[in-house]
């Protein structure tokens, strides 16, 4: 069996995540270290240092999965799992009507 080749020595994790948390961007990292974007979001999520960036919709709320709506609804209602999922197929603005009217 051969020895593992590794990506990254100690001192460049070290410095990736010095820099990381010094506000550098994954981009300019990988650029300067000649790895893949993906390859040290890779290693910094590993490392438990890398903190995936928050999308928000076009109105700024909070993005809300539609199975998470379903999943909502389906609770309050006792839905078994197989009545909740296909609660999932409908559409997302109408399962959030659907929960909205029931909370009032």
């Known amino acids: 069996m051969s020895a593992k080749t590794l990506n990254y020595s100690p001192e460049q994790t070290a410095k990736m995540s010095a820099d990381y948390a010094a506000g550098i961007s994954v981009e300019e990292i990988a650029l300067e270290m000649g790895k893949t974007i993906r390859s040290v979001v890779a290693k910094l999520s590993r490392e438990k ?3 995936a960036k ?4 076009k109105t700024g709320a909070s993005v809300v999965k539609k199975d998470t709506v ?3 609804i389906g609770e309050r209602l006792g ?3 197989a009545e909740t999922e296909s609660l999932t197929k409908a559409n997302k ?3 959030q009507k659907i929960f909205a009217a029931m909370q009032s």
């Open 54 to 57: 928050s999308y928000v919709s």
């Open 49 to 51: 240092v890398y903190v």
């Open 93 to 95: 603005t109408a399962l």
């Open 70 to 72: 379903a999943d909502a």
């Open 79 to 81: 839905f078994t799992e």
